[in-house]
């Protein structure tokens, strides 16, 4: 078998080849709503980008570091 030689190589910083910052802005929307949490979309999509910690108590006043908090920001964390 011949060796391939790699003639170059594609990484992807979110956001950069694919526009995800939509679907980011409707996972917290859903997640919230799953918690009777209110959230409007569009307040969500402009904080996309700062990080659960900042992003969810800016959106429903819950502190990132509480249970609830916690549990809203389990299965980001798990993947």
Do not use: C, Y
């Not at 910052?21 to 918690?35: F, I, K, M, P, R």
């Not at 409007?40 to 999509?45: D, Q």
Request: net charge neutral; aromatic share 2%.
């Amino acid at each position: 078998m011949s060796a391939m030689k790699l003639k170059g190589v594609l990484l992807d910083v979110d956001g950069t080849l694919v526009d995800s910052n939509d679907a980011h802005a409707h996972a917290w929307v859903l997640a919230l709503a799953e918690a009777k949490v209110a959230a409007h979309f569009e307040r969500v999509r402009k904080l996309i980008g700062k990080g659960g910690d900042k992003l969810l108590p800016e959106v429903s006043g819950i502190d990132a570091e509480s249970e609830l908090g916690s549990r809203l920001q389990a299965p980001r964390r798990n993947l």
